[in-house]
C-alpha cells in the first residue's frame, strides 16, 4: 500500500489553520490553488462511524476532498491503462489533525471509511453530479484492502 | 427585528440532504443556484459556543454560508445609502435541522454567535480573503442586538 499521493495524478495538499480566539479559521480551496480545476459543486458527505463508502470511479469529475470534522480513512486504486502507478493502491486519514487537501483525478477507484464518532466530507467539484458519470464496485469485489 | 431574507439582497436558500444508510449527504452550492456570484474560496470557520463574531461588513464579497455542524444565529444590518431597508435587521438561526444557504451580498454588517457546543460555518465566496476587503465594528457599537 503506497502513501496517498504516490498514485500518479493524486495531489495531498496542506491547509492552513488560522488560530481565531473566537472560533479556528480552516482553509479548504482558492480557485489559485494546486488540484483546482474549476467549480461546479459543493456538498458534503457524512460517513457514519466503522462504516465504508465505494468503491466509486468518477469518469470525468476532479474531486477536491476536506475532512472538517471527525477522521476519514481513504483508499485509492489505480486501474488506469498506461498509468505508471497501475495495479497500486494508496491510502491516507485525514482529520483536523492532519489537515490536507485531497485532490483525486478522474478514472481512479476511492473508497473512504469513517474513523471517528462524527465524519464529516467537504467535496468540491468540477462537475455537478450525474449518475451516469460514475460506477460502482462492491467493496469486497477488490481483496483485502477493507 | 426582520427575518434575514427580508433585508434587500439577502437570499435564503432551501438546500436537500440526500438520505443514505452509510451517511447522508447535504447539499451546499451548485454554479446555478440562486446566489452562485462567482467561486474564489472555501473556508471554514468555527464559532465557539456562546461566542459572537462581528460586526464585519464586506465591500465587494458575496458570501454563501452554510451550517453542517452546531447551530448558529447570523443578524444583518443595512445601512446602505438607498436601500429600500435601510436600518433594518435580520436574523436567521441555520443547522442541520433548518438547512438553508444564506447569501450575503456585499456592504450589509453581519455578525454570528455559535449556538451549540461545536459550530462550523462553510463560506464560499467569490473573492479571497483580502484584509482590506472588510471593515470592521465592535459587537457593542450597535446597541439592542447582542
Known amino acids: 500500500m503506497k502513501k496517498i499521493d504516490e498514485i500518479d495524478g493524486v495531489l495531498l495538499t496542506p491547509l492552513k489553520i488560522i488560530p481565531v480566539n473566537k472560533g479556528n479559521v480552516f482553509h479548504a480551496m482558492k480557485n489559485s490553488d494546486p488540484g483546482f480545476s474549476g467549480f461546479a459543486e459543493a456538498y458534503f458527505s457524512l460517513v457514519n462511524q466503522g462504516v465504508i463508502k465505494g468503491w466509486k470511479k468518477h469518469l470525468e469529475m476532479t474531486m477536491n476532498l476536506v475532512v ?33 487537501r485531497l485532490t483525486i483525478p478522474p478514472k481512479l477507484w476511492v473508497s473512504f471509511q469513517g474513523l471517528a464518532e462524527e465524519n464529516v466530507l467537504l467535496n468540491l467539484a468540477n462537475l455537478t453530479h450525474e449518475p451516469d458519470e460514475s460506477v460502482n464496485l462492491d467493496l469486497n469485489a477488490i481483496e483485502g484492502i477493507w
Do not use: H, P
Open 68 to 100: 472538517i470534522k471527525g477522521e476519514i480513512k481513504f483508499v485509492a486504486y489505480d486501474d488506469r491503462e498506461g498509468s505508471i502507478t497501475i495495479n497500486s493502491f494508496g491510502a491516507i486519514s485525514l482529520s483536523r489533525n492532519n489537515y490536507f
